[in-house]
């Protein structure tokens, strides 16, 4: 990278995005005021919760309990012993659902930033049409998810579905009708449900981020001599990378998190081959009324997300400071 | 600079494909809304052989989809207002000063987007019932509850997008604003702000969506008058059948609204409106 | 200067927040006054339920003065929403719950106890259909509920598809109905529709099997007791429509919308085992002659020990929160919506049976759909465990057959081996 356009193109280094600013703190009041709105919001309504949320983690918090919490036996470790015992019964089904949530995502997430990207550069130069394409892109987006993930369990099904008439009846690629919402399939299913949703956030974020580059760096490539991919590798995506490296996250911890997309998809009880983890754990602890366990579940995944978000940034700041 | 033949062929090859991939699952639910329920359950058919706008008709009077459309967008776009005002001013911090615990903030904040709802839903809950039972306010099932719940779902990445945006923006252009004596808030709103629009216009769009999707903690804090469309469309599907005709017309209808917000939006996106602030 | 924009922005957030605080909110009566009730989804939409109920309750204030606010609450969110006046004390008054919730929901202890004195208070204990209130809670205990509305499962049938096939009498065993549905499969038509994705709807024909082979769920200390020999067997019965005696599609399998019914409705299948599914074959254009209703089928050859049991005890039960600041009140309007009259109203209205004795001989249940299903609620019903891991048992039982369902759908064979090894795994699952 370091022989990138940017690099040559004189005066523009210091556009690049550095690292801290180099401010100094005249008044040192300042900043902390303008946090306190979020700090206090993101206290009472996640912090706090999520302490209480560890709390119920080590009570045997059933339907026994749950009016009373103080007649809560505190079982200490027990809860995350059971769930996290990969030799019984329960520790195994949520170590598959693990798996099985991360190959998801990491497939969801790769195929939303690509199309995104495809998308955003394509429409990045004026031509007819872009203003209509652009807000077809993002009508997935609009849609409440609960609508966008119904009609594709609409599409996928396997007697009535669009799917299956398109595939067997008018392609004749397959003989028999495959089932899309039951069996292997399902977690294609899920991906292609996930993607479709999620692609034009992507694709908005970086639009957004594309409006930042300036139009400089691309003549100063172009007298260069240098293509399109070219220019897309030494201009366009070291460019989006302040943008990239937040919005990978987002897609990341959103798409490992969803509930919205497998519960509506499967109608609640979904098949083992995609036994999303987000579903998982509310079916053990709604829909079985054990609070202790689920959110032993929960923490064990919170822990997760924490150690991949943390490396994650790690090795992107030192890319950053690098540049 | 000028566009290459087979730059044309490849971008007009991918956008069509792309287009098809969005526009099939909209045509089957246009479809799917302009036929009887008898025709929708049956095998799928490209054309309506049966059109009727019934389901258009119907569909307001098997669910109260007014009012939830209504509490949909009150709730969505109050949120996802205050939600970038409180991120714009805690993004200006972080990008724009060094203090102590900046670290430390940005870091917490982040974690916070990984809480599993599932985990603190119930806390949460108990949380409002306690502050409306302390003190007078009603969080429960109401839409101010659910207004600040979301607004702290989309909160944690505002900053960090904004962050992202802002710091993309050359410092010199504050330097240039300080040489001419402005204190560092004007600076925000007269400076950076309108460079950052379309940042903070993808922003808001992500805050409002955050909002307008979230179906979990909706159907848990939410009464009949508070409901919104997330979980109220979920009424078309009842003990005895789903309504799919229905609940297609519904969710293309209850659409109508964002995407031509969109639309509107269009403009902030548009390729150099940027380019002059940054020169 | 600087200072001036900050405030103006702190102003502006200020202003959009106290511009929502305004005119929301809800609010319970304790002035004797007002009762807040949650009604589940009984009718053809939640708007439908509204209107069907309103009249009743104006009813109700005009002999009491007390006013109901009532919410329809729909099925796919009242657990939750259940749950969670429960843990917060915060709710309505009155609420209905599903019967097969009743043991869970007493374990919370949220719930007013129906004690002789509180049952004596709505009418007293023997108005009610016994089998109805042997699902209103825990064996031993007072009732946590009282029984509203009643339902039991039976065999719908095609009429004019039978008389096609030359099958005079709709099956009474299990191996007629297979016979029967092998002779009723053909292309484009199938014997029998099932709802192979929905748990709860597996886990009941799960448990009606395992009646009639003898089985149980839990012991009697209510501890779990998925894999025994007789289970298994259950299990299996029920797939073999689809794996063995192939007269359910196997696009089945995905069914989880009630699909079934549509099918059913839809002369894609010639029979179906459903509760109550008069009004929603109503509902989808079928019109009452078009179809028979027949008791649910026994096995051929009953195993020892096996019962007479073809129908789970189906319903809904109404039950009131402890926390209500008007129990008198609440009581009062238990007793209106379990009186004779607004039972006939209701569950005729609803297409299900009254709870009460003296509703259930009224002449609106006389038609050949209620009497069938009201003699297999006397006579053949029995309730589904009333223990606290109850929907457990619904969700890990329900599920093992779903997946059942999916491998048979794909041609894979269902072997009682496997079957044991689900089961063994469900049951150290269970707490």
């Known amino acids: 990278m370091s022989s990138s356009v940017v690099e040559r193109s004189a005066g523009q280094r210091r556009t690049l995005p550095g690292g801290p600013p180099p401010r100094r703190r005249r008044r040192p009041s300042l900043p902390y005021l303008l946090l306190i709105p979020a700090l206090v919001l993101e206290l009472g309504v996640h912090i706090v919760p999520m302490l209480v949320g560890i709390w119920m983690s080590l009570l045997e918090l059933t339907q026994f309990h749950i009016r009373d919490w103080s007649t809560a036996p505190f079982v200490g470790w027990e809860n995350y012993r059971v769930t996290l015992d990969v030799d019984s019964a329960a520790g195994k089904e949520l170590l598959h659902s693990f798996w099985v949530t991360i190959v998801y995502t990491v497939i969801s997430v790769a195929l939303s930033w690509v199309i995104g990207v495809t998308a955003a550069v394509f429409t990045q130069r004026p031509f007819r049409g872009r203003a209509f394409l652009r807000a077809l892109f993002l009508t997935p987006y609009a849609l409440p998810a609960f609508a966008a993930v119904i009609i594709w369990t609409f599409m996928f099904q396997r007697d009535n579905g669009l799917i299956n008439h398109v595939l067997v009846e008018q392609l004749h690629l397959v003989d028999e009708p495959p089932f899309w919402l039951i069996g292997p399939n399902s977690i294609v299913a899920v991906i292609v449900v996930t993607v479709w949703k999620l692609w034009p956030f992507a694709f908005l974020c970086l639009m957004a981020g594309l409006q930042n580059v300036p139009t400089e760096l691309y003549e100063a490539a172009a007298i260069d001599g240098a293509g399109f991919w070219r220019r897309l590798r030494s201009v366009t995506l070291p460019m989006l990378r302040p943008v990239n490296r937040v919005v990978l996250l987002v897609l990341f911890l959103w798409t490992f998190n969803d509930f919205t997309t497998p519960y509506v998809l499967f109608g609640g009880s979904a098949p083992r081959e995609a036994d999303l983890v987000s579903v998982h754990i509310y079916k053990s602890s709604f829909v079985t009324w054990n609070f202790g366990t689920g959110s032993a579940m929960s923490v064990a995944l919170l822990a997760f997300l924490l150690v991949v978000t943390a490396v994650y940034l790690l090795i992107t700041n030192r890319r950053r400071f690098d540049a | ?256 609204p964002v995407v031509a917000g969109f639309l509107a939006l269009q403009r902030y996106f548009v390729a150099g409106l940027t380019a002059g602030a940054v020169k | 200067m600087s200072k001036r924009h900050l405030a103006m922005a702190v102003a502006a957030v200020l202003a959009a927040a106290s511009l929502t605080a305004c005119g929301d909110g809800a609010d319970s009566g304790s002035d004797g006054k007002t009762l807040t009730y949650w009604a589940s989804n009984q009718g053809p939409s939640l708007e439908a339920d509204k209107t069907i109920l309103q009249p009743e309750l104006d009813k109700f204030k005009q002999q009491t003065g007390i006013e109901v606010k009532v919410e329809v609450v729909p099925w796919s969110d009242l657990l939750n929403r259940l749950l969670a006046a429960a843990t917060s004390g915060k709710g309505p008054d009155v609420v209905n719950i599903g019967n097969t919730w009743s043991a869970s929901l007493q374990a919370t202890g949220a719930f007013l106890q129906f004690d002789d004195a509180t049952l004596g208070q709505v009418g007293g204990k023997d108005r009610f259909v016994p089998a109805a209130l042997a699902a209103a809670g825990a064996e031993g205990k007072p009732p946590t509920a009282v029984p509203i509305y009643s339902l039991s499962y039976a065999l719908y049938y095609n009429k004019k598809m039978f008389a096609e096939a030359g099958i005079a009498s709709p099956p009474t065993t299990w191996a007629e109905l297979a016979e029967a549905g092998k002779k009723l499969t053909k292309p484009n038509q199938w014997g029998l529709a099932v709802e192979g994705s929905n748990p709860s709807e597996n886990a009941h024909h799960a448990f009606t099997f395992s009646q009639q082979y003898g089985g149980a769920w839990f012991d009697k200390s209510g501890k779990a007791t998925f894999d025994t020999p007789q289970n298994v067997a259950a299990v299996k019965r029920y797939v073999n429509f689809m794996a063995g005696d192939k007269i359910v599609n196997p696009g089945n399998a995905e069914y989880a919308q009630n699909q079934a019914v549509s099918d059913f409705a839809n002369g894609k299948a010639a029979m179906l085992l459903w509760q109550a599914a008069g009004s929603s074959l109503k509902a989808q254009n079928m019109p009452a002659d078009a179809y028979g209703v027949a008791p649910v089928p026994f096995l051929e050859n009953a195993p020892a020990g096996g019962k007479k049991v073809n129908s789970m005890v189906a319903g809904i039960n109404m039950a009131v929160f402890n926390f209500t600041k008007n129990k008198d009140g609440a009581l009062k309007f238990v007793k209106f919506m379990t009186s004779d009259e607004e039972q006939v109203q209701l569950n005729k209205t609803y297409g299900s049976l009254p709870s009460v004795k003296p509703a259930a001989a009224d002449p ?35 599920g093992i057959i779903k997946e059942l369902f999916a491998d048979a759908a794909s041609g894979k064979p269902i072997t009682d081996e496997a079957i044991k090894t689900k089961l063994s795994n469900a049951q150290q699952q269970v707490k």
């Not at chain 2, 989309?154 to 300080?178: K, Q, T």
Request: proline share 5%; hydrophobic share 55%.
């Open chain 2, 1 to 256: 600079m000028r566009e290459s033949a087979g730059e044309r062929w490849a971008r007009r090859v991918v956008l069509t494909v792309l287009a098809l991939f969005v526009l099939v699952p909209l045509y089957a639910m246009v479809s799917s809304a302009a036929k009887p329920l008898q025709d929708v359950q049956g095998v799928f058919t490209w054309i309506p052989t049966h059109p009727t706008a019934q389901a258009f008709v119907d569909m307001w009077s098997t669910v109260p989809l007014g009012r939830y459309l209504v509490n949909s967008l009150l709730v969505s776009s109050v949120a996802a207002v205050i939600s970038v005002a409180i991120a714009i001013l805690a993004a200006f911090a972080v990008s724009r000063y060094r203090f102590r615990g900046r670290q430390l903030f940005s870091v917490t904040v982040l974690s916070t987007q990984m809480f599993p709802g599932i985990l603190f839903l119930l806390p949460l809950f108990l949380l409002f019932v306690n502050l409306d039972n302390t003190l007078g306010t009603s969080l429960y099932a109401s839409r101010t509850g659910l207004i600040i719940t979301y607004l702290t779902f989309s909160l944690p990445f505002s900053i960090w997008m904004l962050v992202g945006y802002f710091d993309s923006i050359p410092r010199e252009l504050d330097e240039a604003a300080a040489v001419d004596g402005a204190g560092p808030m004007r600076t925000l709103f007269r400076v950076i702000l309108p460079t950052a629009v379309p940042g903070i216009v993808a922003v808001t769009v992500y805050a409002f969506m955050t909002a307008w999707g979230e179906v979990l903690f909706a159907s848990v804090m939410t009464d009949e008058n508070s409901r919104t469309i997330a979980v109220g469309l979920k009424g078309y599907s009842t003990q005895s059948q789903v309504y799919w005709n229905q609940v297609m017309a519904a969710s293309l209808v209850v659409s109508v």
């Open chain 3, 364 to 398: 609106a249940f006389a038609a050949p759909e209620q009497k069938v299903l009201a003699e297999v609620l006397n006579t053949s019903a029995a309730p589904l465990p009333q223990v606290a891991q109850e929907s457990q048992f619904e969700t890990l039982v329900g």
